[in-house]
């Protein structure tokens, strides 16, 4: 009972991770162009 209980709760919790990660990443390609710019000028700065 306690296994399947854990197994349940690993997959609960792995669903909530992908999907809060898709909408990070989701973000981050909206503002990839700024991204890229931050990146660059830190890049030269270095």
Same mark, same amino acid.
């Given at each position: ?5 854990? &197994?349940?709760?690993?997959? &609960? &919790?792995? &669903? ?7 909408? /990070?990443?989701? /973000? ?9 710019? /931050? ?8």
């Amino acid at each position: 009972m306690q296994r399947g209980l854990m &197994a349940q709760g690993v997959i &609960a &919790a792995f &669903a909530i991770l992908m999907f809060s990660f898709i909408g /990070i990443y989701g /973000i981050y390609r909206y503002i990839g162009q700024q991204v890229q710019q /931050i990146q660059e000028t830190y890049s030269n700065v270095r």
